[in-house]
């Protein structure tokens, strides 16, 4: 079982486990130094996140606007701003702590785009949902959803001249559990590499409050399930995903779920095949 965990994990360069308060300060220190580097090397100047409510959205939100604050005083360049966009279908269930989020994170500047008539724009427009079952239609809505946000984003990014941060980590990408060019997409991921236990260790080390640490995971993205929990669509817990990650013992069917759930997941995390 080991062998195949340090496998999965190297493969998605998981972070090992923090050893103490040091080292999490420094991986923080080592991630925000990578956006600004990935902003500086594109001789770029504003970033541009979607904020969910998630504590995933959140922590990249924190370190986001940590990297363009220390950009500025480092280089005197006023220039340098973060984006958080909301981008609500109509209004989003847990609307309150996407609020709390984006104002605990005082981004520069804050943007909400209503994705709900583009949805629907382009769901009416398909005819291959004719016929088709209420929950199939639904969840592949959901998938248009993600794509539509990711869309808005680009578009703000585009307008300002900006690079898109995605929030995936390690704990999602062996579950595959993104949407391919949606949430899946985007010009910077740094919270990549992290399990959840460390993405919301990084939140309460920026002091977040616990209510959007601890909040339960939701993609949200379905119509007729909403805010449906992560974990009741991975069949298997966040702690024994981690564990999973970190080469820890765990039940063997939850090691089986994530091993086969991974290997079934991998055109996601491929780039576009090619002859």
Known sequence: MQAVQLEIAKALKVQAPFG???ELEAEVARRVQFIK???QNARLKVLVLGISGGVD????????????KELRESTGDTAYQ???VRLPYHVQHDEHEATASVDFINPDERHTVDIAPSVKALVEQVKAFEGQSDAAVDFVKGNVKARTRMVAQYTIAGVRGGLVIGTDHAAEAVMGFFTKFGDGACDLAPLSGLVKNQVRAIARHFGAPENLVEKVPTADLEDLMPGKPDEASHGVTYAEIDAFLHGEPLRQEAYDIIV???RKTQHKRDLPYAP
């Open 82 to 84: 973060f984006i958080a």
């Open 57 to 68: 959205s959140l922590t990249a939100g924190l370190m986001a606007q940590r990297a363009v």
């Open 260 to 262: 086969n759930t991974y």
């Open 37 to 39: 580097d990935c902003l």
């Open 20 to 22: 103490n308060q040091g």
